[in-house]
């Protein structure tokens, strides 16, 4: 079972940006989709971006339409990491961010990200 921890969650004020990373203990070539969730507190966990591993074409990503321009996903076969550029955000973004394993439905433990004034 592959690891995956998340890293880069922190407080930031609104309109900042960060970025996340999330690194897998073990190759995520061979892993076709990959992404990003969140849960804030009270709420589901939703989807925030999707990437596919570009194997047999370029990647290609999915996002949540709240998200589509402020944030993009990416990741490094190489390196084993799938990294959230976020930008542009908002107090309503405030969560726990999850990386996913989509293929073998695996999960990081989350980052905590605060934006607030």
């Known amino acids: 079972q592959a690891q995956l921890v998340e890293s880069g969650g922190g407080l930031v004020q609104p309109g900042g940006s960060l970025r996340l990373s999330c690194a897998a203990s073990?190759?995520?070539?061979?892993?076709?989709?990959m992404g990003w969730y969140r849960q804030a507190p009270g709420k589901q966990r939703e989807m925030v971006a999707q990437i596919t591993n570009g194997i047999a074409s370029g990647s290609l990503t999915r996002y949540a339409d709240s998200m589509k321009g402020r944030f993009t996903i990416s990741r490094d076969n190489a390196k084993n990491t799938v990294a959230l550029q976020m930008n542009s955000l908002k107090p309503e973004d405030t969560a726990v961010y999850y990386c996913?394993?989509?293929?073998?439905?695996?999960w990081g433990r989350g980052t905590q990200v605060t934006v607030s004034s």
């Open positions: 073990r190759s995520i070539r061979n892993i076709y989709l």
């Open positions: 996913r394993d989509n293929d073998h439905d695996y």
